[in-house]
């Protein structure tokens, strides 16, 4: 089993930043992808961002140019970094680490960002 904590969120105003942090623990698997998704209200849960262990990284085209994901590998921590926020980006995020060898999903909690004037 793997453990997914997040922390940060909260609130910032348009055209702000936000950073969250995600730490996992457990029997994580050697080769993952480790990211980021987020769900509105009212709407369906979408990838944000992932990258794996080696570096390849996927952005969604909302924030494309304006989020960046770095990852630190040896402490089994990924970030997002949120700048330019746009009151659309109001959601909860989850931190999310797939297992590509047993196709299995692990899921955080989830915390909240909200950008609002």
């Not at 990838?47 to 909302?62: E, F, H, P």
Request: charged content about 20%; overall charge neutral; glycine content about 10%.
């Amino acid at each position: 089993q793997v453990q997914l904590v997040e922390f940060g969120g909260g609130l910032a105003q348009p055209g702000g930043s936000l950073t969250l942090s995600c730490e996992a623990s457990g029997n994580i698997p050697s080769n993952n992808f480790m990211g980021w998704y987020r769900q509105a209200p009212g709407k369906e849960r979408e990838l944000v961002a992932t990258r794996t262990t080696a570096g390849w990284i996927k952005y969604a085209d909302s924030v494309e140019g304006r989020f960046t994901i770095p990852r630190d590998t040896p402490k089994n921590t990924v970030y997002l970094q949120m700048n330019s926020l746009e009151p659309e980006d109001t959601a909860v995020y989850y931190c999310n680490l797939k297992d590509t060898v047993h196709r299995t999903d692990y899921w955080g909690r989830g915390t909240q960002a909200t950008v609002s004037s």
